[in-house]
């Protein structure tokens, strides 16, 4: 017996504890993700531990944990998802919620400077995207925000 054949059997026998290692350290890693792919990937983890405990060779074990994570991550994750997003308030907050909002240019609005008064009462820095400056006391609508800096476009109404 050569020593590649008796690594082989070394795996094939200790390849339950590999198993069981994979499923605690994905499990911890979910716990800190909560994103369910990798409760998906110990899910995989255990069939691969069940088949190892029925007797398939490992390539066998591993075929099948692949398999089964990849069809839980397609098939049980997205309604998992949407049944722990389902009672969320749609509405948009912090950042977010300022997104094509209107208001006023304080002060004349370019690439590199400019001020706006939002309609919801703040004020923040403002910058255009345009190559197009916004003159003082027109119309505008934040389009992204960047840090402390609104980015606007002009508004037509």
């Known amino acids: 017996m050569n020593e590649f054949?008796?690594?082989?059997d070394l795996i094939e026998?200790?390849?339950?504890?590999?198993?069981i290692v994979l499923i605690a350290?994905?499990?911890?890693?979910?716990?800190?993700?909560?994103?369910?792919?990798?409760?998906?990937?110990?899910?995989?983890s255990a069939l691969g531990l069940i088949s190892d405990l029925v007797g398939v060779p490992v390539w066998g074990q591993?075929?099948?944990?692949?398999?089964a994570?990849?069809?839980?991550?397609?098939?049980l994750r997205p309604p998992l998802l949407r049944r722990l997003h389902r009672g969320e308030d749609p509405?948009?907050?912090?950042?977010?919620a300022l997104i094509d909002i209107r208001g006023i240019a304080l002060q004349q609005i370019t690439q590199v400077s400019g001020q706006v008064k939002l309609s919801n009462g703040d004020t923040w820095t403002a910058r255009t995207s345009a190559p197009v400056a916004i003159p003082?006391?027109?119309?505008?609508?934040?389009?992204?925000?960047?840090?402390a800096t609104a980015f606007v476009r002009p508004v037509n109404d």
């Open 5 to 8: 054949s008796v690594f082989i």
């Open 13 to 19: 026998n200790w390849a339950w504890i590999g198993w």
């Open 25 to 44: 350290a994905f499990l911890v890693i979910e716990m800190l993700s909560l994103d369910f792919t990798f409760l998906m990937l110990s899910f995989g």
């Open 62 to 67: 591993v075929i099948i944990a692949a398999a």
């Open 69 to 75: 994570a990849a069809l839980f991550i397609l098939f």
């Open 91 to 96: 509405t948009k907050s912090n950042v977010d």
């Open 136 to 147: 003082e006391g027109a119309a505008i609508s934040v389009t992204s925000i960047n840090g």
